[in-house]
Antibody, heavy 119, light 107 residues
Framework: EVQLVESGGGLVQPGGSLRLSCAASGVTFSSHWMSWVRQAPGKGLEWVANIKEDGSEKFYVDSVKGRFTISRDNAKKSVYLQMNSLRAEDTAVYYC????????????WGQGTLVTVSS | DIQMTQSPSSLSASVGDRVTITCRASQSIGSYLNWYQQKPGIAPKLLIYGASSLQSGVPSRFSGSGSGTDFTVTISSLQPEDFATYYCQQGYSTPATFGQGTKVEIK
C-alpha cells in the first residue's frame, strides 16, 4: 500500500521560512515524479511544484517561483519543499502527491500538513 | 494558464439520484482531464484519469466522458458516501489547474 506522510508544517511569521517533508512507503519512489499541492482554508486546490524522478527537472507555480524549492532524496524516499519569504497568502494545507506523468494526474496523496503564516 | 470551470458550484441530491457534474477547459486539453473527490478534512482522492478511466478501487457507479474542452463525471446512483466536493484538473500543460469544485450535498 502506498503511503505518503507529510511533516514540518506550523505557524510562521511573514517573511519566515519552513521546510516540509514527505516520506513515501510502499512505492518505487525513484520511478515517479512527485508534487506538492496546496489548499487554502475553505478554498480549492492549487498545484505548487513538481519534481522529476531523478530531480533533474523542477516546475513551480508562478506565485512561489524564487521563494520555494522542491527537492528529493531517493535513498530516503522523501520529497521536500523549502519555503522562504512566506506570505499570508501561502497559508494552506500542503499535500504531497505522486504525479502520474502519463495522464498528468495525482494518484496518491498524503494527509496534508497545515502551514499558517501570521504575525 | 488553462482555466477550468465547473458547473454547478453546488447541488443537492438524494440517495439513488443520477448526478452529473460538468467541467470546461479554456482551451483544448485532449483527454488530459482528471476528477477527484474530497471529503472535509481529508486529502483528495483520484476517481477518474484520462477523462474516462476509472482509478483502481473506485466504484463503477462513477464514470467520466468528454474530450477537447468539455467533460463530465456522472454518478449513476448516488450513495451516502458520495456526498463530497468534486474537482476536475487538467494534466495537459504546466501549471496543472483545477476547477473551483462542485459540492454535492444531501437533499
Amino acid at each position: 500500500e502506498v503511503q505518503l506522510v507529510e511533516s514540518g508544517g506550523g505557524l510562521v511569521q511573514p517573511g519566515g521560512s519552513l521546510r516540509l517533508s514527505c516520506a513515501a512507503s510502499g512505492v518505487t519512489f525513484s520511478s515517479h515524479w512527485m508534487s506538492w499541492v496546496r489548499q487554502a482554508p475553505g478554498k480549492g486546490l492549487e498545484w505548487v511544484a513538481n519534481i522529476k524522478e531523478d530531480g533533474s527537472e523542477k516546475f513551480y507555480v508562478d506565485s512561489v517561483k524564487g521563494r520555494f524549492t522542491i527537492s528529493r532524496d531517493n535513498a530516503k524516499k522523501s520529497v521536500y519543499l523549502q519555503m522562504n519569504s512566506l506570505r499570508a497568502e501561502d497559508t494552506a494545507v500542503y499535500y504531497c502527491a505522486r504525479y502520474y506523468y502519463g495522464s498528468g494526474s495525482y494518484d496518491y496523496w498524503g494527509q496534508g500538513t497545515l502551514v499558517t503564516v501570521s504575525s | 494558464d488553462i482555466q477550468m470551470t465547473q458547473s454547478p458550484s453546488s447541488l443537492s441530491a438524494s440517495v439513488g439520484d443520477r448526478v452529473t457534474i460538468t467541467c470546461r477547459a479554456s482551451q483544448s486539453i485532449g483527454s488530459y482531464l482528471n476528477w477527484y473527490q474530497q471529503k472535509p478534512g481529508i486529502a483528495p482522492k483520484l476517481l477518474i484519469y484520462g477523462a474516462s478511466s476509472l482509478q483502481s478501487g473506485v466504484p463503477s457507479r462513477f464514470s467520466g466522458s468528454g474530450s477537447g474542452t468539455d467533460f463530465t463525471v456522472t454518478i449513476s446512483s448516488l450513495q451516502p458516501e458520495d456526498f463530497a466536493t468534486y474537482y476536475c484538473q487538467q494534466g495537459y500543460s504546466t501549471p496543472a489547474t483545477f476547477g473551483q469544485g462542485t459540492k454535492v450535498e444531501i437533499k
